[in-house]
């Protein structure tokens, strides 16, 4: 069974600039989460996603955006981007929504805003 | 929303030595998992235990929701231990995980 998959792996960006990260989950999962770890900050909840709706979003910003396609990937769109966007993404997926099943994590996709 | 807290914040072991991890959060949870995140930035999952206790390999965990703790042992540890350790309590309804703050264990030759 093939894991969480994300890309790219790596992202470098300038400031002001949109930056787009997309996640597939592993099959048969339905719900998709987006969590951002910025350095020394730890992992922060961004947004969950759920039968192509937005079920729940973190303390972030509207121009952290992003949708879920009828085939449960993922798309996470960072608008007007600013310095401290620098920061590891994880997506994770997990069969049922709401939290009640384990959450598979991707390998993530690091950006760097210049 | 739920508080967590992690103990220790650093650990550095020996090769072999034995060790736990506490996990301390502020409400009452359906649901908890932990994970190993290596040095790539992986998180891998290591349990799902909203209550009880489970077992695999060198590794278990006890979840005592009541008391609001959950503990993660490792034994006999190896190098490739090394990371940091997050616990992850998650609540009902709109739902989201609240990560805490991990433990970042170094394991010694």
């Known amino acids: 069974e093939a894991g969480v998959t994300q890309s790219p792996t790596h992202l470098i960006k300038t400031r002001g600039q949109q930056a787009t990260l997309r996640c597939s989950p592993i099959?048969?999962?339905?719900?998709v989460y987006w969590y951002q770890q910025a350095l020394g900050l730890g992992l922060q909840f961004l947004l969950w996603?759920?039968?192509?709706?937005?079920?729940n979003r973190g303390n972030f910003p509207p121009r952290f955006s992003g949708r879920q396609f009828p085939n449960y990937s993922s798309e996470l769109n960072v608008n007007a981007l600013e310095l401290e966007d620098s920061a590891l993404y994880l997506c994770?997926?997990?069969?049922?929504?709401?939290?009640?099943?384990?959450?598979?994590f991707g390998p993530g996709t690091r950006l760097t805003v210049l | 929303g739920i508080q967590v807290e992690q103990s220790p914040p650093d650990l550095i072991l020996q090769e072999g030595a034995n060790s736990t991890l506490r996990c301390n959060f502020s409400?009452?949870?359906?649901?908890l998992q932990w994970f190993h995140q290596n040095p790539w930035g992986q998180l891998i999952n290591l349990f799902y235990?909203?209550?009880g206790t489970k077992q695999n390999g060198r590794l278990s965990a006890t979840t005592v929701a009541t008391e609001r703790y959950s503990l993660l042992y490792i034994s006999s540890s190896q190098t490739t231990d090394s990371g940091v350790y997050f616990c992850?309590?998650?609540?009902?309804?709109?739902?989201?995980?609240?990560f805490g703050t991990g433990t970042r264990l170094k394991v010694l030759a």
């Open positions: 996603y759920d039968e192509g709706e937005e079920r």
């Open positions: 994770a997926s997990s069969r049922t929504s709401g939290g009640a099943d384990t959450q598979y």
């Open positions: 099959s048969g999962h339905t719900s």
């Open positions: 235990i909203p209550s």
């Open positions: 409400d009452s949870v359906n649901n």
């Open positions: 992850a309590p998650g609540g009902s309804g709109t739902y989201k995980y609240i």
